[in-house]
């Protein structure tokens, strides 16, 4: 019991639990989208399962820690590239990210509705459940990586994990309401999603584009709507910028 009382447990266990929670913001909005075409007497359920599920992945890449590592062994080479197990499932990942978020763009704008062959219930569930399982392997495959990169202790790095999970369970739902009532947030997080997908397959290659600049620029434009939603609750009328010319 002696880590109880050793601060840099602790502080690698703040650490690594706010980090795990940035690196699942784009997991939970992607849960959320794919929650949100769902009927709504099942959305907190599959949202909820969707988390869970992820905070199971995680766990169970942090208990096979070894094979977690050999991922990054070259398999193979293409053109003298080398190409490993992660490299694998990030460019595939990848691939799967653009397409749904287009594919919900698409629909977005289109406005089709689903109510036709689209399945129902249960069908529905396991559908949306199979695809949350793809993301959340994706996304929890460089947190774990980073995550053992940065502590040593096992269950540290556990207890962080579930923390993380916690905080999203309790943010998801208020977040899912946030971008239903928005359509534009809900059309730029896919955007975002578009461009997390572009580098995950430019980080297959090798090609490391720096998550801080990705960040930034979604920080940035969700201030900026953050600022258009505001004003547009604050005015009934669309708002007109001035053209006045200073002097005339």
Same mark, same amino acid.
Request: cysteine-free; proline content about 3%.
């Given at each position: 019991?002696?880590?109880?009382?050793?601060?840099?447990?602790?502080?690698?266990?703040?650490?690594?639990?706010?980090?795990? $929670? &940035?690196?699942?913001? *784009?997991?939970? %909005?992607?849960?959320?989208?794919? /929650?949100?075409?769902? !009927?709504?007497?099942?959305? @907190?359920?599959?949202?909820?399962?969707?988390?869970?599920?992820?905070?199971?992945?995680?766990?169970?890449?942090?208990?096979?820690?070894?094979?977690?590592?050999?991922?990054?062994?070259?398999?193979?080479?293409?053109?003298?590239?080398?190409?490993?197990?992660?490299?694998?499932?990030?460019?595939?990942?990848?691939?799967?990210?653009?397409?749904?978020?287009?594919?919900?763009?698409?629909?977005?704008?289109?406005?089709?509705?689903?109510?036709?062959?689209?399945?129902?219930?249960?069908?529905?569930?396991?559908?949306?459940?199979?695809?949350?399982?793809?993301?959340? $392997? &994706?996304?929890?495959? *460089?947190?774990? %990586?980073?995550?053992?990169?940065? /502590?040593?202790?096992? !269950?540290?790095?556990?207890? @962080?994990?579930?923390?993380a999970v916690l905080v999203m369970m309790a943010a998801s739902g208020t977040i899912s309401?946030?971008?239903?009532?928005?359509?534009?947030?809900?059309?730029?997080?896919?955007?975002?999603?578009?461009?997390?997908?572009?580098?995950?397959?430019?980080?297959?290659?090798?090609?490391?584009?720096?998550?801080?600049?990705?960040?930034?620029?979604?920080?940035?434009?969700?201030?900026?709507?953050?600022?258009?939603?505001?004003?547009?609750?604050?005015?009934?009328?669309?708002?007109?910028?001035?053209?006045?010319?200073?002097?005339?």
């Amino acid at each position: 019991m002696d880590w109880l009382t050793n601060p840099e447990i602790w502080v690698a266990f703040f650490t690594l639990t706010a980090l795990e $929670i &940035v690196l699942g913001i *784009d997991n939970i %909005i992607m849960i959320s989208i794919l /929650v949100g075409r769902m !009927p709504k007497e099942m959305q @907190a359920r599959t949202r909820l399962f969707g988390l869970a599920l992820a905070m199971v992945t995680r766990i169970l890449l942090l208990l096979s820690i070894s094979w977690v590592m050999g991922l990054t062994v070259d398999l193979f080479h293409v053109f003298g590239q080398g190409i490993s197990g992660r490299d694998l499932i990030l460019f595939f990942g990848g691939l799967f990210l653009l397409w749904k978020s287009s594919t919900e763009i698409y629909h977005g704008l289109e406005g089709e509705d689903e109510t036709g062959d689209a399945p129902k219930g249960g069908g529905q569930f396991i559908g949306t459940i199979i695809q949350i399982a793809i993301i959340d $392997i &994706v996304f929890s495959l *460089d947190s774990v %990586i980073t995550a053992v990169g940065m /502590v040593s202790h096992v !269950p540290v790095m556990i207890a @962080a994990i579930i923390a993380a999970v916690l905080v999203m369970m309790a943010a998801s739902g208020t977040i899912s309401e946030f971008i239903d009532r928005h359509p534009s947030l809900k059309l730029l997080a896919l955007s975002f999603l578009i461009v997390v997908g572009t580098v995950l397959i430019a980080d297959s290659f090798e090609v490391h584009v720096p998550k801080g600049y990705v960040y930034f620029a979604m920080a940035f434009s969700l201030a900026v709507e953050a600022l258009n939603i505001r004003m547009r609750s604050a005015r009934a009328e669309p708002v007109h910028l001035r053209k006045d010319i200073p002097g005339q």
